[in-house]
């Protein structure tokens, strides 16, 4: 706590542009655009914490809080089942669009999960932003790992207190449904994720 | 009716980038580059953008010859590799965007709102004033090494707004420009990231900016791809020539000091 | 804005290249627009590049050629100071043509 506050005056004597500075900027830099609005760059607690560098650990208690936090909030599914259908789990993790002021508000958010995942082995347009998860579903489906997987998807900060991963659940970014389906997609021995490849 | 075709060769249509493993700078872009040698479409946009600026527009119907972009009045080579930079006249840093408007507004009496109508091409369009004035201001440029003065403490507070705007998670998914542009050798999709907190990152990217757009027949500048970036990371609009866009510029710039630019572009 | 052709000819040995970039929207006819209206297709039908007025190469083109096409052509029986030219037609009947000395 002392370390923190140490900083923080340390930051306000080199005169350095405060974290209000960059909101009060963006906010003047901006304006609404369609179904977009500019309170979209107000940040909750973990945005806060983690607009910094990767590198940067920042304080651990705070760290500790937001993960407990992000862990306690998981929703896990009304009905306990948590794989849908892998089909549906593809057009979700294809799928590009959503949120952005370009996007029809009227059409379901994708996931975007290749956008940053290799998945289908046989998919050469993968980003590597995120680990690969070709051939995921080989953990097996105990209880343990379908909550694992639920609570990366749903809030992944709960593992990973300054991960870039979107937290798809919990900013209702995907539906309970769509969800499901990315679990059979990455779950599912059917699946092509599962499907070995040789090229 | 007989035609001869002698060993010709013609560019296709546009290459999706699903195919087969390439990536920004390898493969299918490299032999198109060395196919065209310099003949970039953008040498089309810089004429029409040597031509708005000397021809009269607006109320005062004067051309923007008289417009100072940092070496003086009507001093355009070399003035655009020193961008963003401070102006006595406003008391504040400005990138290439703002300060052409500032131009349009004193210069030639045209009104913020008109010249805000539609900075950037959209779907259909062939190009827009300021994209081509961009392209002839920086081609002006072209092979001067980058160096946007940070001797003004404004200069020095707007490159480090920047580096905190660079970090700034916000929206729905969560998105900083680090979440794609922090760390080296990544890609999203098959679209190369540069790290634009490094010195290599930085410098490879801004150099090339503004730049002519395969994938949209138009040549792009350094403020759009702000703004594309943002609308892709789900943040509302990014005025063109804001504090946020000049503040992020600056960073860019200022990490890429010392390479030469290389401009307009050529990209997917 | 339409009809600019800048071309450039270089003689290797017995062989000319040729290398033209046209100014063209090469609109598909496919496309909508920001406001969601059709973008009428304006594209090239015909290209021909002759040399000293003969024709060395004539090409169909349709809405597949991408905007601000280039093209590249190699020919043999060219001498420096020879004159190649390029011409274009598009769909609405508009004209584009350049010429340029073998270098």
Known sequence: MTRSLVALLLLVLAGSVSADDAYDALKASMVDKNHVKTERMERDEIQEFCSKPRGEAGDPEKAKAIREKAMAGVVFPQNGEFLGSWQRGYEVANNGKGL???DDPNEPNGGNCYACHKLDPREVAYGTLGPALAGYGVRGQSEVVLKYTWTKLWNTHAYNVCSHMPRFGDQNILTEQQLKDVMAYLLDPESPVNTPYEE | MRKIIAN??????????????WTQDSGIFDEYREMMGDDNPAIFVIDEGEEYWFTPSGPKDASLEQCDLGLGAGVVE??????????????RVMDLEARLEHCMIELQGRSRAEIHAKPYSLRGDQGTEIEALAAWIADQSNGVTIAPRQEHPKERDMYALGEKLFYYRAGPHDFACSTCHGQEGMRIRLQDLAALATHEGAAGAYSSWPAYRISEGVVRTMGWRMRDCFRQQRMPELVMGSEASIALQTYLAVNAAGTEISAPGLKR | MAGKIRIRARLDGDICEVKALMRHPMETGMRKDAAGEAIPAHFIEDVQVTHNGNVVMHAYWGAAVSANPFLAVRFAGAAAGDTVMVTWTDNKGEKGEGDTKIR
């Open chain 1, 100 to 102: 952005q002021y370009s």
């Open chain 2, 8 to 21: 010709s060769v013609a560019a296709c249509c546009l290459m999706s980038a699903a195919m087969g493993g």
């Open chain 2, 78 to 91: 070399g003035a655009y590799a020193q961008f963003p930079r401070y102006f006595e006249d406003v008391d």
